[in-house]
C-alpha cells in the first residue's frame, strides 16, 4: 500500500509544479473572447509600447474598435526602454491580475490574450472577438498601469 501511495505522490509532484501561480489566476478562461486561428484572415491593428521623457507609460493606440465576430492580429512592439507587456481582458479581470503582478512583478505572460515583450521585442497575438462590451488592454507590471499604460477595447 505504500508503494502505491508513494507512485501515486511521483505521478502527482510533477503536476504540483506546474501548478498556475495563485489560486484563481488562469489563463485558461477568457472574458474578452476567444485566442484566434493565425490561418484565417484577421485585421492587423499594431500596438506600440513605450514610455515618455515625463515618466508616463502608454499603448499607441489606446482605444481599439472591433465588431463582434472579427478576429485582430494585435502586431506587438516595445520602443521602449524597460520591459512591458500587453494583456487583454476585462478591467475587473485585469484589476485582479494586477494585484498577482505585484507579489510576483517578474511573472512573464506568453499566454493566448498575453504578451510580456523586452526592449526592441515584437510579437503577434490573434484574438477572436467573440464578445460585446467594453474590455482593456493593460501593462499589468507594477507601477506601469498606474503610469497609464493602458487602453479601451470596444467591441460592438
Not at 507512485?7 to 501548478?19: D, E
Request: glycine share 10%.
Amino acid at each position: 500500500m505504500v508503494v502505491n501511495g508513494l507512485a501515486l505522490l511521483a505521478l502527482w509532484a510533477p503536476l504540483a509544479v506546474a501548478a498556475p501561480g495563485a489560486p484563481g489566476h488562469s489563463h485558461r478562461t477568457f472574458a474578452a473572447g476567444a485566442p484566434g486561428d493565425p490561418k484565417k484572415p484577421a485585421r492587423t491593428v499594431e500596438v506600440v509600447m513605450k514610455e515618455t521623457d515625463d515618466g508616463k507609460m502608454l499603448f499607441v493606440p489606446d482605444r481599439v474598435e472591433a465588431k463582434r465576430g472579427e478576429q485582430i492580429r494585435f502586431v506587438l512592439k516595445n520602443v521602449g526602454k524597460v520591459d512591458h507587456e500587453f494583456m487583454l481582458d476585462t478591467p475587473a479581470r485585469n484589476a485582479k491580475h494586477k494585484i498577482e503582478m505585484q507579489t510576483n512583478p517578474d511573472m512573464e505572460h506568453d499566454d493566448p490574450n498575453g504578451k510580456r515583450l523586452a526592449p526592441g521585442q515584437r510579437s503577434e497575438l490573434v484574438w477572436r472577438i467573440s464578445k460585446g462590451g467594453t474590455f482593456e488592454f493593460a501593462c499589468l507590471i507594477p507601477g506601469h498601469y498606474e503610469a497609464g499604460m493602458h487602453g479601451t477595447a470596444l467591441v460592438k
